[in-house]
């Protein structure tokens, strides 16, 4: 367990395993790295070394003094890459997390080694609008409360993140050149047209439906989400000692 400073507040992180290649873990609104608990055991026993922040406003760490956006979230997350001097991550998220490695990757495209999205949207628009509008009733209620609690002003401010960003161009999306895994359930509360689109718009992507599941993959399905992480990473593990085998010598 670790934690550095920045932007007035404290970022909290635990790191698993002792692998060469690191598994960077971003979890969803309101949640901490917890959400990935059956699965981390899976990665470290793997070989793979893992990455689990929780970011920032959330779980054990401090919202700070800066506003609270994906931004600011895939900010934190590059700058806790530096700081531990971790190159060529995979990068895992799920749900907000999903947007985080998004944001990542456009910031700096040679950084990943491969990308896995868990219900991830690239806009409010890609929630479904029942889903939209029952957010909406959360965050007018947090908000009301939020006068007499710190922790409902807290989840205002997440529910108000979720329901007015991202704003990720999907044609941007061509700039990430790694292999990337998008995942989502069949009842998913994100768009299968808009999650359609996020793989159709990477240049190297995989799309996967979990048939029979909601939005909420790392609960409802770990077992086959972790067979479904393992398998991909490992074949771009696979692919990239391939690559480095056919490398003439110089």
């Known amino acids: 367990m670790g934690r550095v400073t920045l932007g007035g507040g404290i970022l909290e992180y635990t790191l698993y395993g002792a692998g060469e290649e690191t598994v960077l873990l971003l979890h969803g609104n309101g949640e901490d790295h917890l959400v990935f608990r059956e699965i981390i055991p899976a990665l470290v026993g793997a070989g793979y070394r893992v990455l689990a922040p929780d970011s920032r406003g959330q779980g054990r760490s401090d919202p700070g003094d800066v506003i609270l956006d994906y931004d600011r979230m895939a900010d934190d997350a590059l700058y806790l890459l530096k700081r531990l001097k971790i190159r060529d991550p995979h990068i895992a998220g799920f749900s907000d997390g999903g947007i985080v490695a998004l944001s990542m990757a456009l910031y700096d495209p040679g950084l990943p080694k491969s990308l896995v999205l868990i219900g991830a949207n690239l806009s409010p628009g890609g929630i479904k609008a029942g889903a939209r509008l029952s957010m909406l009733a959360t965050y007018l209620a ?79 399905r770990p077992e086959e989400l972790t067979r479904a992480i393992l398998g991909f990473i490992g074949s771009v593990r696979t692919e990239a000692g391939k690559a480095e085998g056919k490398r003439p010598l110089s």
């Open 142 to 220: 947090a908000r009301i409360s939020s006068f007499f609690s710190p922790k409902r002003a807290r989840e205002a401010l997440l529910y108000r993140m979720m329901l007015t960003e991202p704003h990720i161009r999907a044609k941007s999306l061509a700039a990430i050149p790694c292999p990337a895994l998008v995942l989502s359930g069949e009842h998913d509360l994100i768009s299968p047209r808009h999650t359609t689109r996020i793989a159709g718009n990477l240049p190297h992507a995989e799309n996967r439906v979990f048939p029979g599941a909601g939005h909420f993959l790392p609960g409802e």
